[in-house]
Structures are given as C-alpha cells and as structure tokens.
C-alpha cells in the first residue's frame, strides 16, 4: 500500500473571495486602498496593501457567480439567495507566490472585507461557498482554521429512506477550504447522524493537524514546494483546540489515528479529495469505529452534542 498522497499545486489566480453588490465602487482598487486604511488591523492591512499594490493582490470583475451548495439554516440560505440575486460580483484573486500561506490568505479577506464595505455587499468565500457574516470583525493576527475558513456540508439520506421501520441510511460528511491550502478536502462516508458532533470534531482536529504539519513542512524548506502527504495521521484534542485558536500543551487522554485514501487524483486548483477512514488494522465500520475508538480521544459535551446533531 502507498505510504504517500500525491498534492496538486496550490492554486494561483483563482477568486479566493466574492463580493456582490447592487453597485459599484467607480475604482475597486481604491476603494479597497481607502477601506483598508480605516481599519484597526494595521498588520494585515499593510499586507495587503503591499500585495495590491505589487500587484499579487487583485479586485476584478467576475461573471454571475452562483454559491452551489447544500442547503443550510434559513439565515444561510436568505444570504446565499441574496449574493446569488446581485446585480455584480469582483473576485479578490492572490496571483503572486506564497498564495496558500496564512498571511495571504488574511491579507485577500481584508481586502474583500474593505471592498465589501465600500459598496454595501456581501463577501463569499469562493473555496468554502460560505457567505460571511457582515462586517466580519477585524482579522485575527494569528491564524486559526475556524468554522470561516472550512466549512463541513452534511449529506444527509433522502427522506425516503428514513420512513417508519427503516434504519436510517448513513451519512456522509465533505470538507471544503482546504484546497486553497493546497492539501486535499476531507470525506467521511458511513457515518449515523446521531454522531455529527463527534464527526465534525475528528474532521476539525484532522484538518487542523493536515495544515498544521504542511506549514512547519514549508517553513523548514523555504523555497521547495511539498508534494506528498502521508497516509497516516494521528488526532487528538490538542487538534480540535487549535483549530478554536486554543493553545494546549497538556498530553491527550487519548489519540486517533486516521487512514487517508485518495478520492480524486491531483491535478491543478481545488478539487482534490481524500476519504477519512480507520487504521489499516481496524476490522469494524465507520460507525462503530467512532463510538469506540474516536469518542475516547475526543470526550464530548452530551447535551451541546444533541443541540448540534442535525434533525
């Protein structure tokens, strides 16, 4: 068996975010200048006005852009219905070397959020399809995953199969936002939907320690691009705690190993998927793999668990 996974190149010159709007700024790249200006972030708003105006950070107009994805609560989809219903939508591209590191990335949401706000409209993360919360805040200086830079879509078993007497098909989980990374999204097939919140928090913490380990990879080889992943990797809740921007050092009860298996091959731009799966050695399915391996590395709030679960 294969000890590695071939990665695609990280993408370069594709929208990172969209901005739709009923109007136009008469010049996006001033409005951005001038929206940036203003703001307390003066870190990430340096960057990225060092990027624009070097030219790697770039607003331009883009074609009608429909966010096609599943269906999510009722506020989500008002806000998707109303980005998809703008009369224009601009792309915030990053076209410059180092694209898919964390200060870029900030620095491309910054300067979609100042261009958002010059023209009251709305910003969507073109690798998530997730509408962001208006006004957004200002950008954390230090980096953290978060429910705003990868979002987790749920597809559920059509309504015919959970009819009276039946045993409710399983689900399946996909990852999106990882691609701009230049690491793979993450699938989980097979799970029940009682176990969402365990689910979610193993694929938080993995995707967490995915990024994690590809940063340091890149920091301690300046200049050379990665282009494997390993098969295996271990989670725990130092993970899941990171991915909330909570640094841990305490050992783990307990840990998690994950077996990862190519679902697309690589290729140029997003679209590179694995499937999430156990260790080799694991005889039992996804379902029981969770209750009995996943639960004791990641102890769970019962109630906030059944708040969360999907109806």
Not at 223 to 232: H, N, Q, S
Not at 268 to 282: E, I, K, Q
């Amino acid at each position: 068996m294969a000890q590695h996974i071939s990665l695609a190149d990280p993408p370069v010159g594709v929208p990172q975010f969209l901005v739709a709007a009923e109007r136009l700024p008469d010049d996006p790249h001033t409005a951005v200048v001038a929206g940036l200006a203003r703001v307390a972030e003066r870190g990430l708003a340096g960057a990225a006005l060092r990027l624009l105006h070097s030219g790697e950070l770039r607003c331009e107009p883009e074609p009608p852009h429909l966010l096609g994805r599943p269906r999510g609560p009722v506020r989500t989809e008002q806000l998707r219905a109303r980005f998809d219903r703008a009369d224009h939508h601009l792309a915030v591209r990053i076209v410059g070397a180092g694209g898919a590191g964390p200060g870029a990335v900030q620095a491309a949401r910054a300067a979609a959020r100042a261009l958002a706000a010059s023209c009251g409209g709305l910003v969507a993360d073109a690798f998530t399809g997730q509408v962001l919360p208006a006004g957004g805040g200002a950008e954390a200086l230090e980096f953290q995953l978060a429910d705003q830079w990868l979002a987790l879509y749920l597809d559920r078993p059509a309504a015919r199969d959970r009819g009276p007497g039946r045993r409710a098909a399983p689900a399946e989980i996909a990852s999106a936002g990882l691609a701009r990374f230049g690491l793979p999204d993450l699938n989980l097939r097979g799970i029940a939907l009682h176990q969402w919140f365990l689910a979610t928090t193993l694929l938080r913490g993995l995707a967490t320690r995915l990024l994690t380990d590809h940063w340091t990879w890149s920091a301690e080889r300046p200049g050379r691009a990665r282009r494997w992943l390993a098969v295996r990797t271990v989670v725990d809740t130092r993970d899941v705690k990171r991915y909330w921007g909570v640094l841990d050092d305490q050992p783990p009860v307990a840990s998690v190993e994950v077996r990862l298996t190519p679902l697309t091959p690589p290729a140029a731009g997003a679209g590179t998927r694995v499937l999430v799966r156990p260790r080799a050695s694991y005889t039992g399915g996804i379902d029981s793999w969770l209750d009995r391996i996943a639960a004791l590395a990641f102890p769970l709030d019962r109630a906030a668990a059944r708040a969360t679960t999907p109806g």
